[in-house]
């Protein structure tokens, strides 16, 4: 019987447990799954199949997958690059506010396509995402025919949504989209943050998560110096001790960033066998100063914990190139904690099967190998910058970017071929974008064009901003502080 797609005569990085790599290599697939990895044979250009590609040139690897990302504010890329720190996360805790509230909602719809298109082009296959309205999320990717992981945030000291709307909303969500779109659609359970969540939450949390035991807990962890404040307010000894105390710590667990980790904070997460989600651009970017402690992925990965990258906030470092993190998390490595901090074929793990691992799918994804699902990227070899073609792993580490990836598969579909997107309509989907952004502009006074981004006036945006929840937060904060000293 033929097989539905057949790539022939390619390099191919199948990133095993032998990092096993073919010169000429030939990958089958058949009925969304890989049947066969094997060196080519001289027949195989000839061979009967729905699809038959010519891989010379070109390089055969795993679908990157996007271990933590935010995407509902996709179409405001450019907006926020001139900002500061303090005005950035002012701006943002106010459109948070509004969209929790279900404004602008046709921005959110449009950021969501323009996200799952650009992804297609970048080579995502994967992405695991939270955001305020996540249904907006997985529809486009579902329907792009992308694979990804999708949950509401919760919090109680972020924004002012009553507590009880918000488990209904995630519960909600669970029952509506989980396993959806063939499957290629999963929910997963958020709590936002160690800095944002009362212990009330994190405790309604778990018990949520126990109702739902198979969906990963994806949450930002030891991201703010703020962390462990907060969670001594709720009356735990450090972040951790918090989520252990509830119940959350444990390989299901997905934390974004872990940048004020120390050594017993890393010791914890191996033995509990929870996974960090690494992005290393939002930080680079918006670093608010060259002592800024920087997340320990060498000892993280020294201590056999799961590391995948993200790009979390894509629209706020004005880029949806995964690869590229690659060679940003080898760069900020070196410059905090000594040169040579990884191999290149590490980094290509964490772009492909330990994200797969961190959300629990490593034994279906990451990876070439029979058995699995088809999910995979060609990257085209023929630009003189990669000659002579040595080193494999260290180009798509330091060389490759997304305008790289010629073809995208997801599922045994193929969703871009010889950088045609296949499974969406591009024009239409940057002029709803477009559309999107003017009438957002006209509604709320942020004058966004060629030139750069004014935002809204500071009444504006202070008349948006949340107000109990935010003010219980820097209370807590506040006391917590005085404890500490007195």
Not at 179 to 187: E, N
Not at 291 to 313: I, M, Q
Request: with cysteine; glycine share 6%.
């Amino acid at each position: 019987m033929s097989p539905d797609i057949l790539i022939h005569d390619a390099t191919v990085l199948t990133v095993n447990e032998h990092n096993q790599l073919y010169r000429n290599g030939t990958v089958v697939i058949d009925s969304g799954m890989i049947r066969d990895v094997r060196p080519s044979e001289s027949d195989d250009a000839d061979a009967t199949a729905e699809t038959v590609i010519d891989g010379s040139d070109s390089l055969v690897m795993p679908g990157l997958i996007n271990a933590h990302a935010h995407l509902e504010l996709t179409a405001l890329i450019g907006a926020f690059s001139e900002m500061g720190v303090g005005e950035l996360v002012t701006e943002m805790t106010a459109l948070c506010e509004q969209l929790g509230r279900g404004q602008y909602e046709y921005l959110v719809k449009a950021g969501c396509e323009l996200a799952a298109l650009n992804f297609i082009r970048s080579g995502i296959t994967t992405t695991n995402a939270m955001d305020a309205l996540p249904s907006h999320g997985a529809e486009a990717f579902g329907e792009a025919g992308l694979r990804g992981f999708f949950g509401p945030w919760i919090s109680d000291l972020f924004w002012d949504l009553p507590e009880d709307e918000q488990f209904e909303r995630a519960r909600s969500f669970i029952e509506q989209y989980h396993d959806s779109y063939d499957g290629r659609v999963q929910a997963t359970v958020c709590p936002h943050d160690d800095w944002s969540c009362s212990r009330d939450v994190w405790e309604r949390t778990a018990e949520l998560a126990a109702e739902y035991p198979d969906l990963p807990v994806h949450t930002h962890l030891l991201e703010l110096d703020a962390s462990n404040t907060m969670a001594r307010a709720n009356d735990a000894d450090d972040s951790l001790a918090l989520l252990d105390e509830v119940g959350l710590l444990d390989e299901r667990l997905v934390a974004a960033h872990f940048r004020v980790a120390d050594e017993e904070d890393i010791e914890r997460m191996a033995a509990h066998g929870a996974s960090v989600a690494h992005c290393p651009s939002v930080f680079c970017y918006w670093e608010p100063d060259g002592e800024t402690e920087w997340t320990p992925v060498p000892a993280l990965r020294e201590a056999e914990t799961t590391v995948g990258l993200g790009l979390d906030d894509h629209y706020w470092h004005d880029s949806s190139d995964l690869l590229s993190e690659a060679r940003q998390a080898r760069l900020a490595a070196n410059l905090s904690f000594g040169t040579n901090q990884f191999h290149s074929m590490e980094l290509v793990r964490m772009l492909t099967i330990e994200g797969a691992r961190a959300l629990g799918v490593g034994d279906e994804l990451g990876s070439i190998e029979p058995g699995k699902r088809a999910d995979l990227v060609i990257l085209d070899l023929s630009d003189p910058k990669f000659a002579p073609q040595t080193n494999i792993p260290a180009l798509v580490a330091n060389t490759a970017t997304a305008d790289d990836v010629a073809s995208t598969i997801v599922d045994g579909e193929v969703l871009m071929h010889d950088n045609e997107v296949r499974s969406m309509n591009p024009d239409p989907v940057c002029e709803r974008a477009t559309a999107a952004i003017e009438r957002f502009s006209d509604e709320i006074g942020w004058e966004i064009d060629i030139s750069g981004s004014h935002p809204p006036s500071h009444l504006r945006t202070a008349r948006d901003l949340p107000k109990r929840g935010p003010a219980h937060l820097v209370a807590r904060l506040g006391l917590q502080h005085l404890r500490d000293r007195f």
